[in-house]
């Protein structure tokens, strides 16, 4: 015998798992952005070497 559908908690669980998705790849370019950011400014050089 097929189970009673419950159709609010169905929809509430696949846009909890769509949020989580998103945010873990909000996440994941965050991490990528800031990667990128240090070794741009890795490579620059400063301008404050000299200040006597």
């Known amino acids: ?8 908690f169905e929809r ?3 846009e909890r798992q769509k949020a ?4 873990e790849k909000a996440a994941a370019k965050r991490e ?8 741009t400014d890795a490579a620059t050089p400063s301008d404050t070497t000299d200040e006597t």
């Open 12 to 14: 509430l669980e696949r």
């Open 1 to 8: 015998m097929p189970r009673k559908p419950n159709y609010q």
């Open 20 to 23: 989580a998705k998103t945010a």
């Open 32 to 39: 990528q952005r800031d990667r990128e950011r240090a070794e």
